[in-house]
């Protein structure tokens, strides 16, 4: 079964601080990508990272970087020096090939002033 | 390059009525895909369009939700005889496929209420 869990449901921290958003992922298939989405309060699903299985280097972009493990079957999300603005609700989503993405059920993150 | 567009953005109606959503992708984007959103949850696949062809249709979409795109360019997403259950955001995202996989790309969704 192909599946993605975000067991944090909800994260508070205050501004500054670091946060990682954890997700863990199932698959049967050895190529697949997973994705991170970001869902302001507007509604609108913003397309973060695209990582394929081959490719396990993580990837930094400003204070955004992205630890992919694939023994852990793991693919979390760290924000240094966390803004306001970065409170958002944070999807993982997985594609394997079907022409959809397998979303979690999302982590909300709340960045205190 | 203007992003995914959808509308309306809310729409509330009451039960047994049919509504009709408007999706207009990324130009030249040649997939479009609806998904269902339910409070606290992430997004459901519902179908998608290859061009013109819709190529697959969820469990989620019963035969009383119809999906078009006839020219290939917007789609529209009906629900005949509305059900509170149906109450979700509805999104609409659009990608240009490249052979292996693509990103998809959304829009800010229509957030429908059954009364």
């Known amino acids: 079964a192909q599946k993605v869990t975000q067991a944090q449901t909800e994260i508070s921290v205050v501004e500054k601080e670091d946060v990682t958003l954890d997700c863990v992922y199932e698959t049967r298939d050895t190529t697949y990508y997973l994705f991170w989405y970001k869902q302001p309060p507007s509604g609108e699903l913003v397309f973060l990272i695209r990582?394929?299985?081959?490719?396990?280097q993580n990837e930094i972009s400003g204070r955004y970087s992205w630890n992919f493990q694939k023994s852990t079957s793991s693919f979390n999300f760290t924000i240094t020096a966390s803004q306001v603005v970065d409170s958002a609700v944070y999807f993982c989503a997985l594609y394997f090939g079907n022409e959809k993405l397998t979303f979690g059920t999302g982590t909300r993150l709340t960045i205190i002033p | 390059d203007t992003g995914v567009s959808q509308d309306p953005r809310h729409k509330i109606t009451k039960r047994g009525q049919n509504v009709t959503f408007r999706c207009d992708p990324i130009?030249?984007?040649?997939?479009l895909y609806w998904y269902r959103q339910t409070l606290g949850q992430g997004p459901e696949f519902l179908t998608y369009f290859q061009n013109e062809a819709q190529l697959e249709k969820s469990r989620l979409l019963s035969d009383r939700f119809s999906a078009e795109r006839p020219k290939g360019s917007f789609s529209t997403l009906e629900i005949q005889r509305t059900e509170q259950g149906d109450s979700a955001m509805y999104l609409c995202?659009?990608?240009?496929?490249?052979?292996?996989?693509?990103?998809?790309?959304f829009g800010p969704g229509t957030r429908l209420t059954v009364l």
């Open positions: 995202a659009s990608s240009l496929s490249s052979g292996s996989t693509d990103t998809q790309y």
């Open positions: 130009s030249e984007h040649n997939r």
């Open positions: 990582r394929n299985s081959f490719d396990e």
